[in-house]
């Protein structure tokens, strides 16, 4: 699989700056509150981007190294740079374009994923490509949407689709919103991948915007959720349902904000 979008310098910043306290810290406060730490760690996190929650692993251990790893050298320059004025600071940023990954099976204790590809198969070798670098008893964290998140957006492509007589497209979103996983089918797919000791947390928000200008232009919708949407509808350009949906925002929520639900979960899972 391939391991990640790239992002240019501006897109890094950006994402850094704005994506992270408000979206992906949803997804990284969970996991390190399911995250079972020693006092000493051997960490890898998969698709670090810009490294957000590496200096928060730092403080639950006692030792700890971290090989981050990610697609995008922007975002690495990045977040490099964040640690470069600090001595002694063990983390290694690491460019890998795809997975599995270049290196010896069972070198960590824990590897950690905020947010993975969307798709199944992805998230597959994503678990697969975990389990072979884990040591027996380590610990996956993956913190992702569960189903029943952005039910909104599934709901208005739908009608996008029916009222352009875009059968095609209205049945993709339809496999998408059923493929999302639950906890249920999470936990299934982690132990088809032989993986032990699973559990699996959710935390149900809503991520609010002012309009639908608002949220089409929101650096979360750009850099996250609408990509996402477009790699499980298998689908080039979402312009055209994406200035629907738009619309269609600004008339069904003209008199308050639109609520977008969002089911954060986090699954935990060991090595045997």
Known sequence: MRFSDHLTPADAAVLE??????????????????????????????????????????????EVAIAAFDGSMAALDLAQSMVASSEDVPIHYCHAEQLPLDIDEEQYSHVLSLHP?????????????????????????????????????????????????????????????????????????????SLVDVDVEIRKTQLLFDSGRAFVDDPITRLLVVPDLAKELDVDDLAEPIGYLRDAIDRYWSEHQFDLTLNVGCASARRA
Do not use: W
């Open 117 to 193: 590809l969307a798709r199944e198969e992805d998230r597959a070798a994503l678990f697969r490509e975990a389990r072979r670098l884990l040591c027996p008893g380590g610990q996956l964290l993956v913190a992702l949407p569960l189903r029943g998140s952005f039910q909104e957006l599934g709901d208005l492509f739908k009608e996008y689709a029916l009222k352009h007589g875009q059968d095609d497209f209205g049945d993709r979103v339809e496999r998408m919103m059923t493929r999302r996983p639950t906890i249920e089918s999470l936990a299934e797919q982690l132990e088809a991948a």
């Open 17 to 62: 700056t704005f994506v992270v306290p408000r979206y992906l810290s949803l997804f990284g406060e969970l996991a390190l509150e399911m995250l079972l730490a020693g006092a000493a760690g051997r960490v890898a996190h998969l698709g670090c981007r810009t490294g957000y929650p590496n200096q928060e692993l730092l403080d639950r251990f006692d």
